[in-house]
Every structure is written in C-alpha cells, then in structure tokens.
T-cell receptor, first 113, second 107 residues
Framework: NAGVTQTPKFRVLKTGQSMTLLCAQD?????MYWYRQDPGMGLRLIHY???????AKGEVPDGYNVSRLKKQNFLLGLESAAPSQTSVYFC????????????FGPGTRLTVL | GQQLNQSPQSMFIQEGEDVSMNCTSS?????WLWYKQDPGEGPVLLIA?????ELTSNGRLTAQFGITRKDSFLNISASIPSDVGIYFC???????FGTGTSLTVIP
C-alpha cells in the first residue's frame, strides 16, 4: 500500500513550456486534491475532484487544468508555465466527505525559469 | 481569498516545555483540522474537530474548536525533539490552510 504518490519529484521548466504532474492513490479514495505551497502562504487549493470524471476549482485555479479519467489518478497540467508557478505542489486524497482525513503525497518541487 | 491567520509564526522552545498556538479567521468554519509537516514531506493530519467548543486530544496534543467557530487552538505538552516541524491549521468547508507555525525544540 503506497498511499499517495507523485511524479516527478523535481522539475525545472522554462517559461512557456508545458508539463503534467501525476498523482496516484491506491486507497480507493473518492476525493482528490491539488495544492501549491509557497513560503509564508501555507497550502492553497488549486483544483479538486469528488469522483472519477469530475473536477472543480479551488482557491487558485488560474493557469492550471486537471483531469480525473481514472479514480486512482489525478493529473495537474500547466499549459504555459510562468515563473509565478514556481512552487511545491502537493496532491492529497480522502475517502469521502470534505471533513475526512486527507492523505498527502510527498510533493513535487517545480521551478519555472 | 480566504486566509487563516496563525500565531505565532515561529517558536523556539526547550525540550519538556508546553507549546500553544492558535488559528483565527474572519469567517465561520464547520470543521477545523491541524496538520504537521516535516521537511520534504507532505502534511500529516494530527487532530480533526467537528463541533464548536469541542476539545480533542491525541497523545500529548490537545486541540479546541472555538465557540465562535472562527478560531482553533493547538497545545503540545512536554515537547520532545521530534515535535519539530511546521504546524498548519485548516478550515472547511473548502480547504483553507493557515500560514503555519514553525516549531523548533532545543534539547
């Protein structure tokens, strides 16, 4: 049981490049989330999903897209990376209702030059 | 967007001391959560609070859901070196996280 895994762990992009971050969970959780963490800002919710085939915007969705084609995977895409998207990205999942325990992945450190 | 204010921002304490930190908001939340994050890791849930006034313990940790539903408190008793990390509060309905309290425990 690996829990929540994220790939890649580190990535450096040039402005304007695109990339996709992959989150996978093996706990059969319905809810999945993408956060970004910046110094002094805590974690901010980018997008989330309440089940396979569904996505919803969080607090800071601009510049990102997501997809949940399979229940166990939640993809975060950057179509045209900007330096402001330099951050550490965390994926999380939970069983059902929003108050349930969220399990976090180890994070992806992204730098956009 | 919504912001939860945590204080203090950082703490340096001696091993064995008790620790108190709090989280306040201008909005009401129905659930308060407290997480701990170790360096290079994702946050791990410590305590969840679901009712105003609720007091919940998890080992040496005790957290309270404020009566006004706009604040929450976390206490750590008899701190040990492995308590080092960043502590975050989070409020629901949407997941809004606080700015974090960095704790350093001096042996």
């Amino acid at each position: 049981n690996a829990g929540v895994t994220q790939t890649p762990k580190f990535r450096v992009l040039k402005t304007g490049q695109s990339m996709t971050l992959l989150c996978a969970q093996d706990m059969n959780h319905e809810y999945m989330y993408w956060y970004r963490q910046d110094p002094g800002m805590g974690l901010r919710l980018i997008h989330y999903s309440v089940g396979e085939g569904t996505t919803a915007k969080g607090e800071v969705p601009d510049g990102y897209n997501v997809s949940r084609l399979k229940k166990q995977n939640f993809l975060l895409g950057l179509e045209s990376a900007a330096p402001s998207q330099t951050s550490v990205y965390f994926c999380a999942s939970s069983h059902d209702r929003a108050g349930d325990t969220q399990y976090f992945g180890p994070g992806t450190r992204l730098t956009v030059l | 967007g919504q912001q939860l204010n945590q204080s203090p921002q950082s703490m340096f304490i001696q091993e064995g001391e008790d620790v108190s930190m709090n989280c306040t908001s201008s909005s009401i939340f129905n659930t308060w959560l407290w997480y701990k994050q170790d360096p290079g890791e994702g946050p791990v849930l410590l305590i969840a609070l679901y009712k105003a006034g609720e007091l919940t313990s998890n080992g040496r940790l005790t957290a309270q859901f404020g009566i006004t539903r706009k604040d929450s408190f976390l206490n750590i008793s008899a701190s040990i070196p492995s308590d080092v990390g960043i502590y975050f509060c989070a409020g629901l309905d949407q997941f809004y996280f606080g700015t974090g309290t960095s704790l350093t425990v001096i042996p």
